[in-house]
């Protein structure tokens, strides 16, 4: 498990995997159909904790970090 701390300063354990994913987001956000099955619905667990934020623009998904 690692910690991630949000924008309001509050600190959120996330899993391993998690982590994995959260480290392929740099300052550009990420489409969905880039993402695997897996990766997706990761990304969507991590949208509920607030550490991702997802988009839509043009009718395309797209993620990208929340945290500081």
Request: proline share 3%; aromatic share 4%.
């Amino acid at each position: 498990m690692k910690i991630v701390e949000l924008t309001n300063k509050l600190l959120l354990p996330i899993t391993n995997e998690e982590s994995e994913l959260l480290d392929r987001f740099g300052d550009e956000p990420i489409a969905k159909n880039q993402l695997n099955e897996r990766e997706q619905l990761l990304a969507n667990n991590m949208t509920i904790k607030d550490v991702l934020i997802r988009t839509n623009t043009d009718g395309k998904i797209y993620y990208k970090k929340q945290i500081s």
